[in-house]
C-alpha cells in the first residue's frame, strides 16, 4: 500500500446508521444528505440491504456512511454472515429508535444485539442514539417518554460494555431543527482536527471583531463549530446554528427550482443579510465549507471583515486538504530553503495572522 493510499485510508471515518423498519433512517439522511425537504420523504422506500454514501469534510475527513436496511432478513445477515464485515473498523453507530413504536420491547432486543457484534469488532467506536419522531409525541410528554427512552437504552448499553460519554442520546424529528442539531454533534466527534479550527477561527473572530464565527460544511449545511464571543453568548436562540442551517437548504432548493439543477449541485458566492442591529454574511472559506460572520452593524468593519475572510481562505485551506499541507508545502519549502510553514502566509497581512 501506497503512503498516498495508507494516508487516505486513516482518514477515512465508517459510520453505521441503524434501526428497525420505518424508524425513519433513510428519511434523515436523505434530509441531510441528498438535500430532500421533509415534505418529499414520503416517495422514499424501504432501504435494501446497505446503502452506501461517501461525504468528505473539513480535514480531508471521508464519512463512510452504511445506511443499513432495518427488515428483519437484513438484520439477521448483518448479524451471522456478515457480522466481521459490517461492524469491524465502525467509527460511530448511529442507531435510530422510533419513540411511537408499537413493538419497543423488540426494538430495544434489536438494538442489543446490535452492539454486541460492535463491542465484538470495534469496543472503542461512539454511539449515538437518535430518539426520533419526537413529533408525534404530545408536547406534555415529550420529556418523559425521552427521559424513559434513554434510561432503557443505557441500561442496554452498559450491560454490553458501553458506558458514559461513549452514549449520546438526541430527540430528533424531521419537521424541526432537532435533526441538524444530532447530526451536527456526530460531524463534530468525527473532525479530527476540530480544536485546531477553533483556535483559529477564535483568533479570526478577535481580528474581525465579529460576535460569531460558524463554520458550515457546504454540502450537507451542517454546523462543524463555531465560536462566539461577547454578549452574543446571552442570545436566547440556542438553535440558532440549526435555524441557519435550515434556511440554507431552504435557500439552496429554491436556487435549484429557479436555475434547473439538482440541489446538491447548488453553490452560491455569499449571502447578506443588514439590519440595524446586526450585520451577517456567509461565503466561501474554503473547498469544502462556508463561514458565517455575525458583526455590530458597522458597515465599514462589515466591508473589512468581508476583506479579511478572503485574506484567511489560504490558511484555512491547509486545514481543508491536509495532504496538501503535508505534500506541497514540503516541496515549497525545500524549493525556497526555509522551514515548512515558514512562509506559508505570505499573501495574508500581518494583521491576518491566524497562527
Same mark, same amino acid.
Given at each position: 500500500?501506497?503512503?498516498?493510499?495508507?494516508?487516505?485510508?486513516?482518514?477515512?471515518?465508517?459510520?453505521?446508521?441503524?434501526?428497525?423498519?420505518?424508524?425513519?433512517?433513510?428519511?434523515?439522511?436523505?434530509?441531510?444528505?441528498?438535500?430532500?425537504?421533509?415534505?418529499?420523504?414520503?416517495?422514499?422506500?424501504?432501504?435494501?440491504?446497505?446503502?452506501?454514501?461517501?461525504?468528505?469534510?473539513?480535514?480531508?475527513?471521508?464519512?463512510?456512511?452504511?445506511?443499513?436496511?432495518?427488515?428483519?432478513s437484513f438484520v439477521e445477515s448483518y448479524l451471522?454472515?456478515?457480522?466481521?464485515?459490517?461492524?469491524?473498523?465502525?467509527?460511530?453507530?448511529?442507531?435510530?429508535?422510533?419513540?411511537?413504536?408499537?413493538?419497543?420491547?423488540?426494538?430495544?432486543?434489536?438494538?442489543?444485539?446490535t452492539i454486541r457484534a460492535l463491542h465484538e469488532f470495534s469496543p472503542n467506536s461512539k454511539i449515538f442514539v437518535l430518539i426520533h419522531k419526537m413529533d408525534l409525541v404530545p408536547g406534555e410528554q415529550k420529556a418523559r417518554a425521552l427521559q424513559q427512552k434513554a434510561h432503557d437504552?443505557?441500561?442496554?448499553?452498559?450491560?454490553?460494555?458501553?458506558?458514559g460519554q461513549q452514549v449520546e442520546f438526541w430527540a430528533t424529528s424531521i419537521w424541526d431543527q432537532s435533526l441538524y442539531k444530532a447530526w451536527t454533534q456526530v460531524i463534530y466527534f468525527l473532525v479530527p482536527n476540530a480544536t485546531v479550527i477553533e483556535n483559529m477561527l477564535e483568533k479570526l473572530a478577535e481580528l474581525l471583531d465579529a460576535r460569531e464565527l460558524i463554520l458550515y460544511e457546504r454540502?450537507?449545511?451542517?454546523?462543524?463549530?463555531?465560536?462566539?464571543?461577547?454578549?452574543? @453568548?446571552?442570545? &436566547?436562540?440556542? !438553535?440558532?446554528?440549526?435555524? #441557519? *442551517? %435550515?434556511?440554507?437548504?431552504?435557500?439552496k432548493h429554491s436556487m435549484a427550482k429557479h436555475t434547473g439543477t439538482m440541489a446538491s449541485e447548488v453553490s452560491f458566492a455569499e449571502m447578506q443579510i443588514k439590519t440595524g442591529e446586526f450585520m451577517f454574511f456567509i461565503t466561501r472559506l474554503t473547498e469544502n465549507t462556508n463561514l458565517a460572520v455575525v458583526m455590530p452593524g458597522d458597515e465599514a468593519a462589515f466591508n473589512a471583515a468581508r476583506v479579511n475572510v478572503q485574506l484567511a481562505r489560504q490558511e484555512f485551506a491547509h486545514l481543508d486538504?491536509?495532504?496538501?499541507?503535508?505534500?506541497?508545502?514540503?516541496?515549497?519549502?525545500?524549493?525556497? @530553503?526555509?522551514? &515548512?510553514?515558514? !512562509?506559508?502566509?505570505?499573501? #495574508? *497581512? %500581518?494583521?491576518?495572522?491566524?497562527s
Open positions: 500500500m501506497s503512503t498516498t493510499e495508507r494516508s487516505k485510508r486513516q482518514k477515512q471515518r465508517k459510520v453505521l446508521l441503524m434501526g428497525r423498519s420505518g424508524a425513519g433512517k433513510s428519511s434523515m439522511r436523505s434530509i441531510i444528505f441528498s438535500n430532500y425537504v421533509a415534505k418529499d420523504v414520503r416517495r422514499l422506500g424501504a432501504t435494501v440491504d446497505v446503502e452506501h454514501s461517501n461525504i468528505r469534510f473539513m480535514g480531508n475527513l471521508m464519512l463512510n456512511l452504511w445506511d443499513c436496511g432495518g427488515q428483519d451471522s454472515n456478515q457480522r466481521s464485515h459490517v461492524f469491524s473498523s465502525v467509527a460511530v453507530l448511529i442507531f435510530v429508535f422510533d419513540i411511537s413504536s408499537k413493538v419497543a420491547a423488540s426494538d430495544m432486543v434489536s438494538f442489543a444485539d437504552v443505557r441500561t442496554t448499553c452498559e450491560d454490553e460494555g458501553f458506558l454540502t450537507t449545511c451542517l454546523v462543524v463549530t463555531h465560536v462566539t464571543r461577547g454578549s452574543e @453568548g446571552r442570545n &436566547p436562540y440556542t !438553535d440558532r446554528f440549526e435555524r #441557519i *442551517s %435550515s434556511i440554507l437548504k431552504t435557500h486538504i491536509m495532504e496538501k499541507k503535508g505534500k506541497e508545502v514540503q516541496r515549497q519549502a525545500d524549493t525556497r @530553503g526555509s522551514a &515548512p510553514g515558514e !512562509d506559508d502566509v505570505d499573501t #495574508i *497581512s %500581518s494583521q491576518a495572522r491566524l
